[in-house]
């Protein structure tokens, strides 16, 4: 699966554009302040056809241009069915504290843990990581691993938010210390740094067991 990183924001969220070499299917990943022509750029250079809009969680800054995008593509609008309500709640989508607009919007499709969404002949696996918030998801295949604001180059995503649990967070590493491929190539929600999974295990304090999350 290809994939291109799109820094944007007053928080440098990281936005993606994935899509299938053969079909050209694509997806876009957290459109947070990301605009439209540099979308269109990479998406007709690449000749991609975006069928989803992916969130990896509800928070604003991953979410901010979900209509524009969605309008401007005809694309599903996909969202795990615990962080739906964010897409219309200011306080839960953190814009109310942040003095940020953020439009309201609808998915089209709610995720749930294990499901599979599919773009021509890849497939990017839903992996339900509750923790930063409870709908927080990790999409991931071979190569590749989104893991949204649930884990980060050498640490985790916080959970002293409104809807965060430390407690799930805990059981939530657990989880993807054992089900990420160690070979997939970790790309966060924020952070400029990639690295590979098995290096996060070796490293980040949180997946060794040093620290615990806050
Ligand atoms: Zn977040
Ligand atoms: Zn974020």
Known sequence: MNYIKLINGPIEENSFIVWDDKSHEGAIIDPGFTELDVYDK???????????????????????????????????????????????????????????EVENTTADLLLKDKDEILLGNEVLKVMHTPGHTMGSIILYNDNLAFTG???????????????????????????????????????PGHGKIESKFSEQLEINPFLTGKMKPK
């Open 42 to 100: 990479y998406i007709l250079e690449n000749n991609i056809k975006i069928k989803y809009i992916i969130n990896t969680h509800g928070h604003w800054d991953h979410i901010k241009n979900n209509k524009l995008v969605k309008n401007a593509y005809g694309a599903k609008l996909l969202i795990h069915e615990d962080d739906n309500e964010y897409l219309s709640n200011a306080q839960l989508n953190l814009s109310y504290y942040y003095d940020k």
């Open 149 to 187: 604001d649930t884990l980060f180059f050498g640490s985790v995503g916080r959970c002293d938010l409104p809807n965060s649990d430390k407690e799930i967070m805990i059981q939530t590493i657990e989880k993807f210390k054992y089900l990420l491929p160690k070979d997939s190539l970790v790309l």
